[in-house]
């Protein structure tokens, strides 16, 4: 079936520094990514979707600066969160479409900012 | 939109027994459903999904059923097991693009007693 790879699975990083999450679709070409955050016992949220070649479109409330996407092939796209401070630590998830194949999600990213 | 403050609901069975989660979504447009099983530290896996033209679709012990007058979707697990114990999300897909974006639901905690 589809697999997607999300990583890494865990991440610690200071204050005022940036982290790459990378998503790869691993043998299906994704024609749309998506990013969602999710707090501790809460729902998943979406941030916003991505198609390949073009500028995602974020959701209300998204700042596009700090959570930078890039979805620079079928298989590939990064979340790279700027600037992290404390209240960006949470559970970063994507998840790939390939038109009518569904929807596969990624394990998962647990973002700790120290 | 969120709630903020309140708890995940809760479901407490006896392994062996049924298992009926619920969820009520709010977009009348929606046309694609789908149920998630989340464990902690992971991302979500798929469990059934139903679309608007039905509303009842069975899988390997699962049941799903869509009532689109009042909105209401729910998960039906039959013989529950340890193994069940899990956080439980439907999502809505609102229609217009095939596999567009996905809406999360609140989700419900399942907790199976052996």
Redesign the interface.
């Known amino acids: 079936g589809a697999v997607v790879s999300?990583h890494p699975s865990r991440v610690i990083c200071k204050s005022g520094t940036s982290v790459k999450i990378e998503c790869r679709s691993l043998d299906f070409q994704a024609t749309?990514m998506?990013w969602?955050r999710q707090f501790p016992?809460?729902?998943?949220?979406?941030m916003a979707?991505s198609n390949e070649g073009s500028k995602a479109t974020y959701e209300q409330g998204v700042e596009k600066d700090k959570f930078l996407i890039n979805h620079a092939s079928l298989t590939l796209s990064t979340l790279t969160v700027t600037s992290a401070h404390p209240e960006d630590s949470s559970?970063y998830?994507c998840?790939a479409?390939?038109?009518?194949?569904?929807?596969t999600?990624?394990?998962?990213t647990?973002l700790t900012v120290v | 939109g969120e709630s903020v403050g309140l708890h995940l609901p809760t479901l407490s069975v006896q392994e062996g027994d049924n298992s009926i989660i619920n969820c009520a979504y709010s977009n009348s447009a929606s046309d694609y459903f789908i149920w998630y099983k989340q464990e902690s530290g992971k991302g979500p896996q798929f469990i059934i999904d139903i679309r608007s033209n039905m509303d009842k679709r069975q899988g390997q012990r699962v049941t799903v059923l869509l009532n689109k007058t009042v909105k209401h979707l729910s998960l039906q697990i039959a013989a529950t097991q340890p193994g069940d114990s899990a956080v439980y999300f439907c999502a809505e897909n609102a229609g217009g693009t095939s596999y567009g974006k996905l809406t999360f639901g609140q989700g419900t905690i399942l907790t199976v007693h052996p």
């Open positions: 999300q749309t998506f969602y016992k809460k729902s998943l949220m979406l979707t559970f998830i998840s479409s390939q038109g009518t194949r569904g929807y999600f990624g394990s998962g647990r």
